[in-house]
């Protein structure tokens, strides 16, 4: 099955600053690359997401990159503020009709004021 | 339009007690999943159900069992809980034709000791 390893695990940065989380999976049959943010207490949302046909999405502060050829995707959020504060998770569809989705063990992001 | 909900919020169980945890949605979405979220380790799937009428084994099924009661209901249940299975269960749906985002429920904290 697909094995998704994402890092780093906990990451602060200034605000103002840019962080970058990455993210490796093993399928490469994998066409579906998604972000979720999840804030203390809440459920995950997803933020942005990338499919397999694409290199690169941007959605205001945030972007996703992917790299199929290395099997690696990463999520750039930029002039982070506070609110960004939250554990990110990435994920990883395979693809032949798969309808599992297995995600990395998360990145804590603190954003310092 | 309630989306994915979830009962109950929160629930403490006796080692050996059952109990189902029920999830509904209101989307017409026909995917249906249930996770586990454990510290560090992300959130790793217990069971899904592609649509209505099948269900598959995900990651970590031992010591639960689900039913697809009907399109919109897709329950989680444990037949003789055990400290391990301590966690918050999410429940997500995905619409599938296509479609591959995954929307979460607000989740259960359970408790079993």
């Not at chain 1, 972000?35 to 990338?50: H, T």
């Not at chain 1, 694409?54 to 790299?67: F, H, M, P, S, Y």
């Not at chain 1, 050829?69 to 960004?84: C, G, M, R, V, Y």
Request: hydrophobic share 30%; aromatic share 10%; net charge positive.
């Amino acid at each position: 099955g697909e094995n998704v390893e994402q890092h780093p695990s906990t990451l602060s940065v200034q605000e103002g600053d840019s962080a970058v989380i990455k993210c490796t999976y093993s399928d490469s049959a994998s066409n579906y690359f998604p972000w979720y943010k999840q804030e203390l207490g809440k459920r995950p949302q997803l933020i942005i997401d990338i499919r397999s046909n694409v290199g690169e999405k941007k959605d205001q502060r945030i972007a996703v990159t992917l790299n199929k050829t290395a099997k690696h995707f990463s999520l750039h959020i930029t002039e982070t503020q506070p609110e960004d504060s939250a554990v990110y998770f990435c994920a990883a569809y395979s693809g032949a009709g798969s309808y599992q989705l297995t995600f990395g063990k998360g990145t804590k992001l603190s954003v310092i004021p | 339009n309630a989306g994915v909900t979830q009962t109950p919020k929160f629930q403490v169980l006796k080692t050996g007690q059952s109990m189902t945890l029920q999830c509904a949605q209101d989307m017409n979405h026909n995917s249906m999943y249930w996770y586990r979220q454990d510290p560090g380790m992300g959130l790793r799937l217990i069971y899904y159900s592609a649509s209505e009428g099948t269900t598959d084994k995900g990651e970590v099924p031992n010591g639960y069992n689900v039913s697809r009661l009907n399109k919109r209901e897709f329950s989680l249940r444990l037949e003789s809980a055990a400290p391990s299975q301590t966690s918050v269960y999410f429940c997500a749906s995905r619409p599938g034709q296509g479609s591959y985002e995954q929307y979460f429920g607000p989740g259960t904290r359970l408790t079993v000791t």
